[in-house]
């Protein structure tokens, strides 16, 4: 499947974005889907997963309280409501794909994964 991340952009501290990542190719059931970030000079980081019902979500401590990933099947799209961003949170954005049921913070878990993102939150 060919995954496409959108949303990214500047904002202040405390500011939101939707990041939205769609998909081509083929549907997105029953994949688990999963957001990734990484900032320069940092490891990869897992942010959020969402299972293929929809029914689990799991979230990095880090965003937790903050950021939502939610998804609409007949749009064949996942989303990432990010509220009270913070400096810390600039980072490219993936969005990442898993033909598993359950959700994983493992990235060798995803086979597919999107060209990514920019988010940028000044102070």
């Known amino acids: 499947v060919q995954l496409q991340a959108s949303g990214g952009g500047l904002v202040q501290a405390g500011g939101s974005l939707r990041l939205s990542c769609g998909a081509s190719?083929?549907?997105?059931?029953?994949?688990?889907m999963g957001w990734f970030r990484q900032a320069p000079g940092k490891e990869q980081e897992f942010v959020a997963a969402?299972?293929?019902?929809?029914?689990?979500?799991y979230y990095a401590d880090s965003v937790k309280g903050r950021f939502t990933i939610s998804r609409d099947k007949a749009k064949n799209t996942v989303f990432l409501q990010m509220n009270s961003l913070k400096p810390e949170d600039t980072a490219v954005y993936y969005c990442?794909?898993?033909?598993?049921?359950?959700?994983?913070?493992?990235?060798?878990?995803?086979?597919?994964w999107g060209q990514g993102t920019q988010v940028t939150v000044s102070s």
């Open positions: 190719g083929r549907t997105l059931n029953p994949y688990t």
């Open positions: 990442a794909a898993a033909p598993i049921l359950w959700v994983t913070s493992t990235p060798r878990q995803y086979v597919d």
């Open positions: 969402i299972s293929w019902s929809g029914g689990s979500t």
